[in-house]
């Protein structure tokens, strides 16, 4: 099919995946994305320690001089969830056949919702670990999560990955990578869902949990912002996904419902669980 049928479709920019080079090692801005995704979480979670005016009594669950300690809780639980996450929600029977490749990060292929789960791990460590609140550590970290997924889905943009659904929409994007997958249908207008995902996952959760924090104190209720996030996510990843591509071979693409779906349903009950006992609880946990 030629691009003459669709002559408004916005031909996808052709970002290099790479950032810069030192001879044979390439950084790429996947890679730049999860270190400042991490980075700027580390400094706001610093900020929300060193404002004491949105925590109960204002008093911190605990000092500004753990924090660097929480990052490297977190930096793992990152990497080995997001990588094992991947492994074993998208594309268990490849690994199985190549357990070698399950390592091979560099290669790529991270998964949120695995990503997510190892930084609950990562975070009930670090709470057991230096005796704090492990609701109030999973709130400072789930406040500041929104600023990795917005700096992920940019990445995944910059990648021309992850593309949507085909559709006519005026800022409809023909993706080169699509051509591996429909080589018989492509090239098409396709939507441009990473933004979708930035604009909702990463901006706008981040400054709806900004407001519950700043504005309505919900810090003074531990739990209450780790819900809050676990179902804004859920709900915005649940909605991107009616118009992101999904994968056809996949065991939970059916009909309406996709793996992203599938996933993130258990996330909005667990949110309204941790929402509502957050409410029932007046004292840290």
Request: hydrophobic share 50%; with cysteine.
């Amino acid at each position: 099919m030629s691009l003459l049928a669709f002559p408004f479709a916005i031909p996808f920019p052709g970002l290099d995946p790479v950032a810069f080079s030192f001879g044979p090692i390439s950084v790429k801005w996947y890679g730049l994305a999860y270190m400042a995704g991490l980075l700027l979480g580390w400094l706001y979670i610093r900020r929300l320690l060193a404002t004491p005016r949105v925590w109960a009594k204002d008093t911190p669950p605990f000092g500004i001089e753990r924090v660097d300690d929480l990052l490297l809780y977190m930096t793992l639980g990152v990497i080995v969830g997001g990588r094992l996450g991947f492994v074993l929600f998208y594309e268990p029977g490849f690994y199985l056949a190549h357990p070698l490749d399950i390592p091979a990060v560099w290669k790529g292929g991270m998964a949120f919702h695995g990503a997510l789960l190892g930084c609950g791990a990562a975070v009930w460590l670090f709470a057991r670990n230096n005796a704090v609140s492990p609701f109030s550590t999973m709130d400072l970290c789930a406040a500041a999560v929104p600023i990795g997924l917005l700096f992920g889905r940019l990445a995944n943009f910059i990648n021309g990955e992850l593309w949507g659904r085909v559709t006519t929409v005026p800022w409809a994007m023909v993706f080169p990578e699509a051509k591996l997958y429909f080589p018989n249908s492509e090239p098409q207008p396709r939507h441009p869902s990473q933004l979708y995902e930035a604009a909702l996952e990463g901006l706008a959760l981040f400054l709806i949990l900004r407001v519950l924090t700043h504005n309505m104190r919900t810090l003074e209720r531990p739990g209450l912002v780790t819900g809050a996030f676990l179902a804004g996510y859920g709900v915005f990843r649940s909605f991107a996904e009616f118009f992101r591509q999904p994968d056809p071979l996949h065991p939970l693409t059916y009909y309406w419902l996709t793996p992203g779906i599938a996933y993130s349903i258990p996330m909005v009950l667990l949110g309204l669980w941790f929402m509502r006992r957050a409410r029932a609880t007046a004292a840290p946990a």
